[in-house]
């Protein structure tokens, strides 16, 4: 699978993707920190989406009648860090809900992983969303970093280059 990159504004695709996970909130507050004039993401629009969408429909499944914080920042290129030309967007998506064991986080981007089936049979799903954002957010030269604590909700954070290189992923090839 390649990348189809093409070159987005950050509040745009916010707003979009904010206006489609919207009907998926039920009882839950959604709150949206996102500073105007966030600048272009260089990225692959479909795959991102589908980072942002997957990641705010399990907040909203796992969440009930509690908060979904959805922040969006950027880091400017610091040359003092070798960074001299990409800066970093974070996409972090932070709930109130059921949260996991810190046991269960080393293997929540596995194929097909669940917590347990008594969390299968009451959420659904099949254990693939966050595997999938996961692959697709390192094709693009970044990574989902997790934070969770049962009871208390969980926190995702997606890092992403400003400007994704076609050769972007680890050992991707041409």
């Given at each position: 699978?390649?990348?189809?990159?093409?070159?987005?504004?950050?509040?745009?695709?916010?707003?979009?993707?904010?206006?489609?996970?919207?009907p998926l909130l039920?009882?839950?507050?959604?709150?949206?920190?996102?500073?105007?004039?966030?600048?272009?993401?260089?990225?692959?629009?479909?795959?991102?989406?589908?980072?942002?969408?997957?990641?705010?429909?399990?907040?909203?499944?796992?969440?009930?009648?509690?908060?979904i914080t959805f922040?969006?920042?950027?880091?400017?290129?610091?040359?003092?860090?070798?960074?001299?030309?990409?800066?970093?967007?974070?996409?972090?998506?932070?709930?109130?809900?059921?949260?996991?064991?810190?046991?269960?986080?080393?293997?929540?981007?596995?194929?097909?992983?669940?917590?347990?089936?008594?969390?299968?049979?009451?959420?659904?799903?099949?254990?693939?969303?966050?595997?999938?954002?996961?692959?697709?957010?390192?094709?693009?030269?970044?990574?989902?970093?997790?934070?969770?604590?049962?009871?208390?909700?969980?926190?995702?954070?997606?890092?992403?280059?400003?400007?994704?290189?076609?050769?972007?992923?680890?050992?991707?090839?041409?």
């Amino acid at each position: 699978m390649g990348l189809n990159l093409v070159q987005l504004d950050v509040d745009k695709l916010v707003q979009d993707v904010v206006t489609v996970i919207e009907p998926l909130l039920g009882d839950n507050e959604l709150l949206v920190n996102c500073a105007g004039g966030m600048g272009h993401i260089f990225a692959d629009q479909i795959k991102l989406r589908q980072i942002l969408m997957n990641l705010l429909s399990n907040a909203a499944k796992f969440t009930q009648q509690g908060s979904i914080t959805f922040t969006i920042t950027r880091q400017h290129a610091d040359p003092a860090q070798g960074n001299h030309n990409n800066d970093w967007l974070m996409f972090e998506i932070a709930d109130t809900g059921i949260g996991m064991p810190q046991e269960h986080l080393q293997h929540i981007f596995e194929a097909f992983y669940q917590l347990d089936s008594s969390t299968t049979r009451q959420y659904g799903g099949t254990g693939l969303g966050l595997t999938i954002s996961e692959r697709f957010a390192r094709m693009m030269g970044g990574r989902i970093t997790v934070t969770s604590e049962v009871g208390r909700g969980s926190t995702f954070v997606v890092y992403l280059p400003a400007y994704v290189a076609e050769n972007a992923a680890i050992g991707h090839k041409k």
